[in-house]
Nanobody, 123 residues
Framework: QVQLVESGGGLVQPGGSQRLSCTAS????????MGWFRQVPGKEREGVSC????????YYADSVKGRFTISRDNAKKTVYLQMNSLKPEDTAVYYC????????????????WGQGTQVTVSS
């Protein structure tokens, strides 16, 4: 069965950096687009970034553009989200997802979810 396991969350100070990892199993990673979403209590889960199966196309929400970078290593079956210049408003549970599609202007709906990892940006 499809499994997505996130890691790398935790507490970081404003202006700091953190890298999230998502290890995939149960499907052929290099055939699928992958994405990162985040959610805070009381709000809808929002798409943050995605990367196409080949890695050629990437998408970033306006709120993270220029600060976050998504990448993938298909050989390691892992997708990464490098987060720099973190702000308190980046505090959320971050979810990795296998998604329907990824284009430079938008990302598709999730097919499967990871369990999530908490990122807290606070001094």
């Amino acid at each position: 069965q499809v499994q997505l396991v996130e890691s790398g969350g935790g507490l970081v100070q404003p202006g700091g950096s953190q890298r999230l990892s998502c290890t995939a199993s149960g499907f052929t990673l290099n055939l699928y687009s992958m994405g990162w979403f985040r959610q805070v209590p009381g709000k809808e889960r929002e798409g943050v970034s995605c990367i196409s199966s080949s890695g050629v196309s990437t998408y970033y929400a306006d709120s993270v553009k220029g600060r976050f970078t998504i990448s993938r290593d298909n050989a390691k079956k892992t997708v990464y989200l490098q987060m720099n210049s973190l702000k308190p408003e980046d505090t959320a549970v971050y979810y990795c997802a296998r998604i329907k599609w990824c284009a430079s202007h938008a990302m598709g709906a999730a097919l499967n979810w990871g369990q999530g990892t908490q990122v807290t940006v606070s001094s």
